[in-house]
C-alpha cells in the first residue's frame, strides 16, 4: 500500500488549506483513515479520523471546529479541509491507514495503531 499525501504550503493565519492523501494497493472504503501532523521538536499528534462504512468522524480538541476530514472511496482519496489556521497548526501532516477493526474509535487515536503512512507534506501557517 502506498499513500501519497500532497496539498500542504505556506498560509497565513486565519486563512484556509487543503491537504489530500491518495491510496494505492487497498481500497479505502473498508479501512479507517486518519490525519496525524508533527511539529517540529514534537511528538506526532492525532488530528481527525474517518471510520469506514459510516461508523464516525472524531477530530482531537485543538481541531474545535475548524477541519474537515472526508474521503472519496471512489477515488481512494482522503482530504482534510482546513480552516481558520492558527500558527500554531505549523507541522507536517501524515495520513495514515489502518487495516485493524477495533471496537473502541479511541485506539485510532494512537499512531501505533495503523500500518501505512504517507510520506507528509508540511503546512506553515505564519503570524
Known amino acids: 500500500v502506498q499513500l501519497q499525501a500532497s496539498g500542504g504550503g505556506l498560509v497565513q493565519a486565519g486563512g484556509s488549506l487543503v491537504v489530500s492523501c491518495t491510496g494505492s494497493?487497498?481500497?479505502?472504503?473498508?479501512?479507517?483513515v486518519a490525519w496525524f501532523r508533527q511539529a517540529p521538536g514534537k511528538d506526532r499528534e492525532f488530528v481527525a479520523l474517518?471510520?469506514?462504512?459510516?461508523?464516525?468522524?472524531f477530530y482531537a480538541k485543538f481541531v474545535n471546529g475548524r477541519f474537515t476530514i472526508s474521503r472519496d472511496n471512489a477515488k481512494n482519496t482522503v482530504i482534510l479541509q482546513m480552516n481558520r489556521l492558527k500558527p500554531a497548526d505549523t507541522a507536517v501532516y501524515f495520513c495514515?491507514?489502518?487495516?485493524?477493526?477495533?471496537?473502541?474509535?479511541?485506539?485510532?487515536?494512537?499512531?501505533?495503531?495503523?500500518?501505512?503512512w504517507g510520506q507528509g507534506t508540511l503546512v506553515t501557517v505564519s503570524s
Open positions: 494497493g487497498r481500497t479505502f472504503s473498508e479501512h479507517a
Open positions: 495514515a491507514l489502518s487495516t485493524g477493526d477495533y471496537l473502541d474509535s479511541s485506539v485510532y487515536y494512537t499512531a501505533g495503531t495503523y500500518d501505512y
Open positions: 474517518d471510520l469506514w462504512g459510516g461508523r464516525g468522524i
